[in-house]
């Protein structure tokens, strides 16, 4: 029996992670399966874990107010060293681009554990854009021993930097396994029944890259669409970062068709996400989420690591300036071929078993 050890700590990752955690637990006369989450993210971790059924073997409870991608990353680095130490894994699996997974690898680099990527060969090739996503990424490939790249673009990536083709694997991506638990037909609550009659938009916007004036112009082209379509209505699960909170309320306060809420359950997120008819987002995951419910995505970012999607129809990159944004969401909202364009196109980022495929690549390689 191998032991394989699956890190990770934001709400991200969990979402994309647990439904690996409990496929590898499901097979447990071939794998000893054990989950060490740092909590970089607090309470939205746990609430992922919940929903799945997860429970750690590890918390390394790193979380603190104001913490710094200094902090992130030392804690986890020097503490995963004694969970790994202890535990002596044949795998560790880390997944994306996260200071966690980053931290996680290099330890185990250093350790002489083997490490597996989950959604490997993603990139934009700008360090700085997503930062230090990009970075995180690129090194966590290079200590790596598997690649398991959600797309052929992905693997085309990894190819193209050298990584040997016989360690890289084409599985999808396991945020798309995800879904299978969460979406509920005929889902229904107070902010579902709100929206009842009109165009539900979903909003999601945090990056560190968009803080500041960027951001404020993102929240501009919203309020300004808002006002003149009234028959569409928002909701936004806000991130807890002060600086995002800050300007917007001081954007979108007063906009009675736009709800600003509290981060939410994955669940439910899943189910709002399910009910909306676009989305607008600066964030990863929800690029490959949308389209599998069939939901066009206006990416509030200069650069996105899936282009797959872009070439595919279903992501449309709009940038950051209160124009650009403005312009393409009173398209999609006013031009019924464009909009039916993108949310009919074909999802390139997989089936729904993603995470089957890595337990039986890991049966068979282990």
Request: net charge negative; glycine share 6%; with cysteine.
């Amino acid at each position: 029996m191998k032991k394989v050890m699956l890190v990770f700590g934001t709400r991200p990752e969990a979402i994309k992670m647990c439904p690996l955690v409990n496929e590898l637990k499901r097979r447990s006369a071939k794998f000893k399966t054990v989950v060490c989450v740092t909590g970089q993210h607090r309470e939205m971790l746990d609430q992922v874990l919940c929903v799945f059924g997860v429970e750690p073997d590890y918390d390394l409870k790193i979380m603190k107010p104001g913490q710094t991608l200094f902090d992130v990353t030392s804690e986890a680095l020097l503490l995963m060293k004694d969970v790994i130490e202890r535990e002596l894994p044949d795998l560790v699996l880390v997944h994306g681009d996260t200071s966690t997974s980053f931290a996680a690898a290099l330890a185990s680099f250093y350790l002489r554990v083997p490490v597996g990527h989950v959604e490997a060969g993603l990139r934009t090739y700008n360090i700085r854009s997503p930062w230090p996503e990009e970075f995180n990424r690129q090194v966590v490939d290079i200590v790596a021993e598997y690649y398991f790249a959600p797309t052929e673009t992905t693997r085309q990536n990894l190819l193209a930097e050298g990584k040997d083709e016989e360690r890289i694997f084409v599985t999808g991506n396991t945020g798309i396994d995800a879904l299978n638990t969460t979406v509920l037909p005929g889902y229904r609550d107070e902010m579902i029944d709100w929206a009842s009659g009109s165009r539900l938009i979903l909003i999601t916007a945090h990056r560190r890259e968009n803080l500041g004036e960027p951001m404020h112009q993102m929240f501009r082209a919203i309020r300004r669409v808002l006002d003149e379509n009234l028959d569409v209505k928002a909701i936004y699960p806000i991130h807890m970062n002060p600086q995002v909170r800050e300007a917007a309320h001081l954007e979108l306060d007063g906009c009675d068709r736009l709800r600003i809420i509290e981060p939410l359950e994955v669940s439910v997120f899943h189910n709002y996400l399910a009910a909306s008819c676009l989305v607008l987002t600066d964030s990863g995951g929800i690029q490959e989420e949308a389209p599998s419910l069939g939901k066009p995505v206006l990416v509030m970012r200069d650069t996105t690591e899936r282009p797959e999607g872009v070439e595919a129809g279903t992501l449309r990159l709009v940038g950051t300036s209160e124009e650009s944004i403005y312009s393409a969401f009173t398209e999609l909202l006013k031009d019924e071929r464009s909009y039916a364009s993108m949310s009919k196109a074909s999802n390139p980022y997989g089936d729904g078993f993603a995470s089957m495929r890595i337990a039986d690549i890991l049966s068979a390689r282990l």
